[in-house]
């Protein structure tokens, strides 16, 4: 296998394109992909030997550069993908929780990890589309009652304050969604999703998705490896 980045300006020896940019890393040996992240921002990696199986069955993560500024802030990150004909949220389908308080401000770090475009948007409070693909946007203003297309392999981030009864929804349609306040439906059920003008929500199959794994990518301050 070879780990492919997505938005991350890696030397090319680095890129993970197996017979291209590199060998593929054969079972039992192993690679270090060891470089230095210049700039901020929301990326992912994911398996590019054999990828069209190994991406589908979870061979993925994120990799999140955070920034000082935002940090009394709350960063979420939801990491969208399609388990088994059911879309997902950081490998939980269905409505679950998401923690922030009132009046705290959420990143939420849309990352659509499946082969389609996808929409996101915000209830309960409007939302602002602050950067795409690692790249802050200058002067984004405030979006309501409208979604945004997340491209196949994509990353949009959304920021919301969160409104004073607590209550807000990050939907990325057919039924996957991260709730603050009120009652969240159990992680395996699937819930319609709030109102959205432009959303289509598809039916999807019902068997039980499988929660990709998690992998740790360098330590502290220095090189990822």
């Not at 990491?79 to 409505?95: K, L, M, P, W, Y």
């Amino acid at each position: 296998m070879t780990l492919h980045w997505h938005g991350v300006d890696v030397p090319n020896g680095e890129d993970g394109v197996a017979g291209v940019t590199q060998d593929a890393v054969r079972p039992g040996k192993s690679f270090v992909y060891r470089f230095t992240v210049q700039d901020a921002g929301t990326y992912w990696y994911h398996s590019h030997q054999v990828g069209h199986e190994q991406v589908r069955q979870g061979l993925f993560g994120a990799l999140i550069v955070s920034e000082p500024v935002f940090a009394e802030g709350f960063d979420q990150v939801v990491q969208v993908h399609t388990f088994d004909g059911r879309r997902t949220i950081n490998g939980v389908a269905g409505v679950s929780a998401l923690t922030a308080r009132p009046s705290q401000v959420v990143r939420a770090r849309v990352i659509n990890t499946d082969a389609g475009p996808l929409r996101a948007w915000v209830s309960g409070a409007a939302y602002r589309v602050v950067a795409i693909d690692g790249r802050s946007l200058s002067g984004p203003t405030d979006i309501t009652g409208k979604s945004v297309i997340v491209t196949a392999g994509g990353r949009i981030d959304l920021t919301f304050e969160m409104p004073a009864d607590g209550v807000a929804r990050v939907d990325v349609g057919a039924g996957a969604a991260l709730v603050a306040g009120g009652a969240a439906a159990g992680p395996t059920r699937v819930a319609s999703s709030t109102s959205s003008p432009t959303a289509v929500q598809p039916s999807w199959a019902s068997t039980r998705p499988r929660r990709p794994a998690t992998s740790t990518i360098g330590s502290g301050g220095g090189p990822a490896s």
